[in-house]
């Protein structure tokens, strides 16, 4: 067992997912990490979840009626696919942070979801049809108010945001990378796109779903000029435009690496302050035009570079409340099914700070340290102690069983090693295994080690793993992916 | 008299969801009104009229009683410019008092770091309630967020006292600082004992309360109870902050705005007879806000989003009455069929961090609006 490796995977399935099981990470480290990187790569391959099943049970569970109702449905489904389609999910959450779609205006859950849906299916590759996608997309366009985008009378709230935050960004090194001109031209060109039914009243069989639909009489089809090329655009147009600008290449890279590589600065400042590993994002930038625009081979070059890989990468980011919430549910092997527990669970997002589908507002959720506050950190704190700490929870069992398994004498240290190692590589620093250490001691009586044997014995080693997972749980270190 | 206060405290609840201003003061004596209010309309002879041509919703009478004592500053038609109708970025606008660009600092935020500078009191700022709003959050300044007194804290899972007393013990350690190992570490530290140290102090409140008022059992009656054990024990907390969800009344809309403006106004009416009990009435100013009013027409069983709306001002420190003008109701003057406002709400807060809390408005709500005389 190399624990280079697995400490490597294990950051690999943090960044790519939600955190590994120790068992899945037996299974990629046998496959090793490239080919582990393929097949994370390619989620479609791997087996789903037998959604029929779930439908008959549970009949309305895609039929949302409230924000949380829908809310839990996202946390379910990545919670379920985590072990097997972990980028799947993960790529689903990068999105919804860049399009930050939010329920508080679009009021029609199922709608919404279904735009997640098209992340998880279509997020990993040709970026110009994701944006197409995008810009048909009947949440996005009630979102953004594109159905008042009529010809004569342009609404520009699409044609910015689609500029803005989308694609190009304001700016970059220093300078612009639109005009207002260029907002308003975008704008035109997307007049006649609109839904075919906005009413969100509740019909006698639920929510009607809402359809793209082009007008093209409410088109503006006149010329245009975008980005100094002129034509009579239409919305696809000016798409093929934008993707072609290295601006764009740009903020989706520099996206890309602070979600996951590190942390960088709140986007709004992007176009003044550099990226933290320029080397990287030229990679990256590189690689989008090369691979026409494909997320899937940008994120192939991000997961085998050096950089990745290196040991400053590691721990750089501060978990978001979604990934607290998620990989800790994915180390607790439950919920296979739906149950009534679930929602109070799923809601641990929202105590965070992050209310998944219905972001502050387009510009998404800032990230970073900004998700810390004593009120979000003690909602992380307790919410991860009160969930490891239940022997109950497949996951924990198997973890605390792996752990007395390793020997019959284990000493403080080696529960703290064993521990970290099974929650998945968590790394603590030194000194604050020596105060977990002391604590242990302290717990064992002043024994330096328990013996496995009597029943007693047993229940003495279990609880003493249990409240180190506890308190791992509870760390600083913790609160880092 | 209220100028010689030392230690003012103020109270804002939040009505989460867009309160039917509307509904809440009427224009009983309007036309306009009922022909527009044709479903969620309350009859004139139901109302309770304050003068003005305006009336209280028959559910407020607590509140009304108060108001029939002086001590509630009705301020109309507040808003800001360009309404915006989405609840998010509209709350966010009214937290931020940043209408033109996404802010991340609260207003709040920055009353508790100009009244607390150095961070001494990590109880300055209460919200009661899960999750921080943004009207508090500013890096640097630590609040605490209560969702329940009695249970809250750090590790509430681990039982028996003795071994959480322990895990406390740890926690502590294992958040104090560890040279060289980055700024967010450090954040994360001092965020963590700041949680700590709240926690603590708050540990002792509810054993320190007593009250013969039996506050009304709602959402909003329980936090209010809440922020008068933790006022009253007077850990030198100054800015309290709670909400009442439910307001977003798009639909069947009579019931259920009745039944919140009930408990709102029994809630306030309880926690107002709380403080005389307490003797501490002088020194708590409560401010209700929303973040937008309704539409001025209804949709047949509720109203949707809409623009210009309604704070209050509330407590001995007040001055009550009518403030500002009822936005007109005639369609000429609507603004995309929604009440237009004629009272900038950054000089509502302007009001209340300078005459009320004694700090300089500007920084606080982002430049010089005009105030009212409310307090």
């Not at chain 1, 789903?48 to 009949?59: C, K, P």
């Not at chain 1, 709140?266 to 550099?274: A, L, Y």
């Not at chain 1, 105060?435 to 229940?459: C, K, W, Y």
Request: proline share 4%.
């Amino acid at each position: 067992m190399a624990g280079t490796d697995r400490a490597l995977m294990a950051h690999l399935l943090r960044r790519s997912g939600f955190g590994a099981t120790f068992q899945e990470l037996d299974r990629y480290c046998e496959l090793g990490y490239e080919a582990a990187v393929e097949e994370i790569l390619h989620p479609e391959q791997q087996p789903g979840i037998e959604e029929d099943v779930l439908e008959r049970y549970f009949v309305d569970w895609k039929e949302s009626r409230n924000i949380e109702a829908a809310m839990t449905e996202f946390v379910y489904r990545m919670n379920v696919y985590a072990g097997s389609r972990p980028l799947q999910e993960k790529i689903a959450l990068f999105w919804h942070g860049v399009f930050a779609t939010g329920l508080a205006k679009v009021l029609h859950e199922k709608t919404l979801l279904n735009q997640i849906d098209m992340f998880r299916e279509d997020g990993l590759n040709n970026f110009r049809d994701l944006l197409l996608g995008l810009a048909k997309d009947p949440a996005m366009i009630f979102w953004l108010d594109n159905n008042f985008n009529h010809k004569g009378a342009p609404n520009e709230n699409w044609g910015r945001e689609l500029l803005e935050l989308f694609s190009m960004g304001v700016g970059m090194d220093g300078k612009e990378n639109y005009t207002e001109e260029d907002v308003k031209e975008a704008a035109r060109a997307f007049t006649g796109w609109t839904i075919d039914d906005d009413n969100v009243t509740s019909l006698p069989f639920g929510k009607i779903p809402w359809l793209f639909r082009y007008v093209p009489e409410d088109h503006d089809d006149d010329e245009k000029t975008f980005q100094g090329e002129t034509g009579n655009f239409n919305g696809e147009d000016i798409i093929d435009i934008i993707v072609k600008q290295p601006a764009t290449a740009r903020f989706i890279s520099r996206h890309l690496y602070n979600f996951f590589v590190a942390d960088e600065p709140q986007v709004p400042s992007w176009q003044h302050t550099p990226p933290g590993n320029l080397e990287l994002i030229k990679i990256l930038e590189d690689e989008y035009f090369s691979s026409n625009y494909n997320i899937r081979s940008m994120l192939r070059v991000l997961f085998n570079s050096d950089h990745f890989k290196s040991q400053e990468a590691r721990f750089a980011k501060v978990k978001s409340p979604a990934e607290v919430v998620v990989g800790t549910l994915h180390l607790l092997g439950d919920f296979k099914f739906p149950k009534r527990t679930i929602f109070e669970t799923a809601l641990g997002c929202r105590y965070m700070g992050q209310d998944l589908l219905n972001p502050p507002s387009v510009e998404g959720w800032h990230t970073g340290e900004e998700w810390i506050d004593s009120g979000s950190l003690v909602e992380r704190v307790n919410f991860v102690a009160d969930q490891v700490g239940n022997i109950n929870q497949p996951g924990v069992r198997a973890m605390v069983d792996a752990l007395l398994s390793l020997a019959t004498e284990l000493d403080p240290l080696s529960i703290i090693d064993g521990c970290l190692e099974l929650m998945g590589h968590v790394q603590l620093h030194e000194k604050n295994k020596e105060h977990l250490a002391a604590q242990i001691r302290t717990m064992l009586d002043q024994h330096s080690a328990f013996v496995a044997g009597s029943p007693e014995d047993i229940e003495s080693a279990e609880k003493t793993i249990l409240h180190t997972m506890k308190m791992i749980g509870s760390t600083r270190e913790y609160q880092f992916a | 008299m209220t100028s010689i206060n030392k230690d003012p405290i103020l109270v804002v609840v939040q009505l989460t969801g867009g309160n039917d201003y509307m509904n809440t003061v009427i224009p009983y004596e309007n036309p306009l009104y009922y022909d527009n209010r044709t479903t969620v309309g309350i009859a004139q002879e139901d109302v309770l009229p304050i003068g003005q041509g305006l009336a209280f919703n028959p559910a407020l009478s607590g509140i009304k009683n108060l108001y029939d004592q002086g001590k509630v500053a009705l301020i109309n038609g507040i808003g800001y410019p360009t309404p915006n109708r989405s609840h998010f970025r509209s709350m966010d606008i009214w937290h931020t008092c940043e209408p033109e660009k996404v802010g991340d600092e609260g207003w709040l935020g920055r009353a508790i770091r100009d009244l607390d500078p150095k961070a001494e009191n990590v109880l300055t700022g209460v919200n009661f309630g899960r999750g921080l709003p943004r009207a508090m959050a500013l890096t640097g300044v630590p609040v605490a967020s209560v969702a329940v007194l009695e249970t809250y804290g750090v590790l509430t899972g681990i039982t028996p006292e003795s071994e959480r007393t322990q895990a406390l013990d740890l926690f502590s350690r294992m958040y104090s600082p560890i040279a060289g190992t980055g700024h967010v570490m450090d954040y994360l530290g001092s965020t963590g004992l700041d949680a700590l140290k709240g926690a603590d102090i708050l540990k002792t409140v509810p054993d320190l309360y007593q009250s013969s008022v039996e506050y009304n059992d709602s959402v909003i009656g329980r936090n209010l109870k809440g922020i008068a054990k933790v006022l009253t024990a007077k850990l030198g907390t100054r800015i309290f902050y709670t909400q009442q969800p439910g307001y977003d009344t798009h639909a069947n809309q009579a019931p259920t705005h009745k039944a919140l403006l009930e408990s709102l106004s029994l809630a306030i009416n309880d926690f107002y007879e709380d403080l005389r009990e307490h003797n501490t009435s002088e020194n708590v100013l409560i401010y209700l806000f929303t973040e937008f009013g309704r539409r001025v027409r209804d949709n047949g069983s509720g109203t949707d989003h809409g623009a210009g709306g309604l704070a209050m001002a509330i407590g001995d420190p007040v001055k009550g009455g009518i403030y500002s003008e009822y936005p007109s109701l005639a369609v000429g003057d609507l603004e995309e069929g929604d009440l237009k406002h004629n009272f900038d709400f950054r000089g509502a807060y302007g009001t209340v961090a300078e005459k009320w809390l004694g700090l300089d408005a500007t920084t606080i709500v982002g430049g010089k609006f005009e105030q009212l005389d409310f307090v």
